[in-house]
């Protein structure tokens, strides 16, 4: 069965430092992966979405990601970061061949954005 | 319109009591989502509705019980809850099933 590791359980950087959350998955032929960020009491807000076609993909914020097949990683990187980004970040994937189309979410990076 | 909407905002019901979850979206997406999460947590799937038409229901207890009357509109039907089903409830929509999903803002229930 499929499944997705954040190994950072929490990352603490200081503002307008780069920062790097990691996310791995399970191999598979075929995924969709995604990038979500949660404030606190809120639901979840897409940041990037990787389906096909180039492997660098830019989201919302100033956000990015790199899929890279070979190491089964979807990591999400961002070059200056603000103390709005404090958040709790959500990777997951879809895996197309189960069949079920359900995701899978890792257990989630909270991001501290130090002043 | 990119949003999907979830009533009401929070919820406090006894063990014994009925009531529903209200999640709309306005997009013309084709897949509905019923997330559970725990504080600290990752959201948990329970439901997906594909088409209209339940595909995926990840052995939720029977006290759960969702429903899409249409393509816009998907409840959740709480009934004799316990406390530990205490959570935010997040619905979700995506234009098929496992393309990137629009989450509410959640619903959070207190069972006392």
């Known amino acids: 069965a499929q499944s997705v590791t954040q190994l950072d359980s929490q990352v603490p950087v200081f503002e307008e430092a780069p920062v790097e959350l990691r996310c791995n998955y399970s191999?598979?032929?075929?995924?969709?992966l995604f990038w979500y960020v949660q404030y606190p009491n809120q639901g979840l807000q897409l940041l990037l979405k990787?389906?096909?076609?180039?492997?660098l993909v830019k989201g919302i914020n100033g956000f990015e990601a790199e899929f890279n097949k070979s190491q089964t990683s979807f990591h999400l990187r961002k070059p200056s970061v603000h103390i709005s980004d404090t958040a709790e970040y959500f990777c997951a994937v879809s895996d197309l061949s189960s069949g079920t189309y359900k995701y899978i979410f890792g257990t989630g990076t909270r991001l501290k954005v130090l002043a | 319109d990119t949003e999907v909407t979830q009533t009401p905002k929070h919820l406090v019901m006894g063990m014994t009591n009925k009531k529903s979850l209200k999640c709309e979206q306005h997009?013309?997406?084709?897949?509905m989502y019923w997330y559970k999460q725990k504080a600290k947590k990752p959201p948990e799937l329970m439901f997906v509705y594909s088409y209209e038409k339940l595909s995926i229901n990840e052995s939720v207890p029977s006290r759960f019980s969702p429903e899409c009357p249409n393509s816009s509109l998907l409840n959740l039907h709480l009934h004799a809850l316990q406390p530990e089903d205490s959570a935010l409830y997040l619905c979700?929509?995506?234009?098929?099933?496992?393309?990137?999903?629009?989450f509410g803002q959640g619903t959070r229930l207190t069972v006392v």
């Open positions: 191999s598979s032929v075929s995924v969709y």
């Open positions: 990787y389906l096909s076609g180039s492997t």
């Open positions: 997009m013309g997406h084709r897949a």
């Open positions: 979700a929509s995506s234009p098929l099933a496992g393309t990137e999903a629009f």
